[in-house]
């Protein structure tokens, strides 16, 4: 568990469905990754079960203030980078939280433990060309912009889209710290 001024990260639990799912039917979460609204609780189960839980540097995003899950921010294989100390974020917020800080607060304290509980060398992360929100997170946690990969990623719409890539390494946040 990872706990922040305002935010309690804790590993994704089946529990969390109801509120991961409330959030993830909006239209305007996936879209800016890609992934087609939940459809159904059991839908939200199935990812759950096959992407998030008991998975090392994985996260539910909970409010302090309120325990309710908001999000999901953590640390997959990367898989442009034959690396094994290389990792990639990913995270997702509720449409209701955005533009308040949260993310950038997560993303920061889950790049302090993929660098000082995983051992990470670099942790890696990509966006649509198109999403400045999730670009401006990347910039204000340290992320340097490795270039942008032309209609590189299919959407579940059928739109191509290009795709930013970021890094940091574990030098470049101590530095930051």
């Known amino acids: ?70 999000g999901t921010i953590g640390l997959t294989d990367d898989p442009a980078r034959n690396n094994p100390s290389s990792r990639m974020l990913g995270y997702s917020l509720s449409e209701e939280y955005w533009g308040k800080g949260y ?31 999730s670009r401006s997170v990347l910039k204000k946690c340290g992320f340097i912009y490795e270039g942008t990969l032309r209609s590189c990623a299919l959407s579940c719409d059928g739109v191509l889209h290009g795709c930013e890539f970021y890094s940091i390494t574990i030098d470049e946040y101590k530095k930051a710290v």
């Open 1 to 70: 568990m990872i706990s922040t001024e305002r935010l309690i990260l804790r590993p994704v639990m089946m529990c969390d469905r109801f509120d991961i799912f409330d959030y993830s039917k909006n239209e305007n979460i996936g879209r800016n990754a890609g992934w087609a609204p939940h459809s159904s609780i059991d839908e939200t189960e199935s990812i759950l079960d096959d992407i998030f839980i008991g998975k090392d540097g994985i996260f539910s995003i909970i409010l302090k203030e309120r325990p309710k899950v908001i």
């Open 103 to 133: 993310m950038t607060e997560a993303v920061n304290s889950v790049l302090k433990y993929g660098f000082e509980n995983m051992g990470l060398s670099i942790i890696t992360a990509n966006c649509y060309a198109e999403n400045s929100r």
